[in-house]
C-alpha cells in the first residue's frame, strides 16, 4: 500500500518543540550543508537562537542562502520563524529539566563522575520514551496493528541491538498465538523473502535506517507483494523508503550510539505498544494464549523463597 510519506517541511503542529525532533528525523534526506546547520541547531537551540541567519551560516560552514534554504525545509516561512522555535524549544527543555543548566553531559568522557552517568543516561532515555510517545504517527501505528492483526505471516528483521528488538517482537507475538519469525542473519533472512507474499507482513528495525541486511529483506519483501513496515529513528532513511509504513522514534545521538541506549529504549517502547494494540484486536483469545504460553514455561522455573504475606520473592 503506498504510504503518505511527510517532508522534513510538513505537518508542522505549532509545537515549538517539534522543531528538533523533525530536524533529528530528516538528517538523511538533507544535503551535507544543510546537514552541518541541523548539527549546529540540535546540538544547542538556546545559543542557535540567537544567532543572526550569517552567524548561523558562519557556525555551520555555509552559506546565508543554505540556511535559509533549511529553513524552509525545516517547515518554517523563513530564518526568524526558525529563531522563535528553537528558542521554545531550549526553553521547553528547561521547563523538563526543572532547574535551567542541569541537563547531564550529553557526552560521557574520563572527567565525567558515576553521577553524570547515571543522570545522562536516564535523561536521554526518558526523553527518547517522551519524544517517541509525542511523535508517534497514530495513523501508521493503527495502520501497522491492522496489517499485524491480519497477517498470514509476520516476520522481523533485524541485526545487531536492533536484532535483540527484532526477537522481542517476534517473541511477543507468537505468546498470544500469532505465527511470527525473527531474522538476524542475512542468509536466513533472504530465504524467509522468498516465501512472503500478499497478506504477510514484514517488520524491518533498525535505528539509522540504513543498515543494508535489515533494508534488503524489507524491499524483497515489498517486492514479493508482503505489507513492509519499518521502524526507525529517520522517515528519510532507505528503511522508510522501503516500508507502506513507517513508525519512527525519536532517540538523541551520543558518544555511545554504539552501544544502542536510548535508541534501543525507544524501539522497544514502539514494540510493546504494537504488542498491546494487536493484542487488543481479540483480547479473549490473546488472553488464553498468554495463560497457556506461561503455564507451558512455569514448571521450569526454580522454586522461590516467600514474605511473610505468602508472596513470591525474586
Known amino acids: 500500500m503506498p504510504r503518505t510519506t511527510k517532508s522534513a517541511g510538513s505537518a508542522v ?135 499485524i492483526g491480519s497477517a498470514r505471516r509476520v516476520d522481523v528483521f533485524g541485526v545487531g541491538a536492533s536484532g535483540a528488538v527484532a526477537t522481542d517482537l517476534s517473541a511477543k507475538l507468537q505468546r498470544i498465538g500469532r505465527i511470527a519469525f525473527c531474522w538476524t542473519e542475512i542468509h536466513a533472512a533472504a530465504t524467509a523473502t522468498a516465501l512472503l ?46 516500508a507502506d509504513i513507517v513508525l519512527t522514534t525519536a532517540a538523541r545521538e551520543t558518544t555511545f550510539r554504539s552501544g544502542a541506549t536510548a535508541s534501543r529504549t525507544a524501539q522497544l517502547a514502539v514494540v510493546d505498544i504494537l504488542f498491546v494494540a494487536v493484542a487488543r484486536l481479540d483480547l479473549s483469545a490473546s488472553t488464553d494464549a498468554l495463560s497457556k504460553t506461561h503455564d507451558a514455561v512455569t514448571a521450569r522455573r526454580l522454586p522461590t523463597s516467600r514474605t511473610s504475606d505468602g508472596r513470591s520473592r525474586a
Open 13 to 147: 503542529s505549532g509545537r515549538q518543540s517539534d522543531v528538533l525532533v523533525r530536524l533529528r528525523s530528516s538528517l538523511p534526506s538533507l544535503q551535507p550543508a544543510e546537514q552541518r546547520v541541523a548539527q549546529v541547531v540540535i546540538s544547542d537551540p538556546a545559543s542557535s537562537a540567537h544567532l543572526s541567519i550569517t552567524g548561523l551560516a558562519e557556525e555551520a560552514a555555509t552559506s546565508v542562502a543554505t540556511v535559509a534554504r533549511f529553513a524552509r525545509k525545516a517547515g518554517f516561512n523563513g530564518y526568524p520563524e526558525l529563531r522563535i522555535a528553537l528558542a521554545g524549544a531550549a526553553a521547553r527543555e528547561d521547563v523538563l529539566l526543572g532547574v535551567a543548566g542541569r541537563q547531564p553531559p550529553a557526552e560521557l568522557d574520563e572527567s565525567a563522575s558515576l553521577r553524570d552517568v547515571v543522570g545522562s543516561i536516564v535523561h536521554h532515555e526518558t526523553r527518547a520514551l517522551q519524544e517517541t510517545a509525542e511523535h508517534l504517527d497514530l495513523d501508521q501505528l493503527q495502520a501497522a496493528v491492522d496489517a
Open 197 to 242: 507474499g500478499k497478506g504477510d507482513v514484514a517488520v524491518g528495525i533498525s535505528h539509522s535506517g540504513a543498515t543494508v541486511d535489515t533494508v534488503e529483506p524489507l524491499t524483497r519483501a515489498r517486492d514479493a507483494g508482503a505489507t513492509t513496515v519499518a521502524i526507525t529513528n529517520f522517515d528519510g532513511s532507505p528503511l522508510a523508503d522501503a
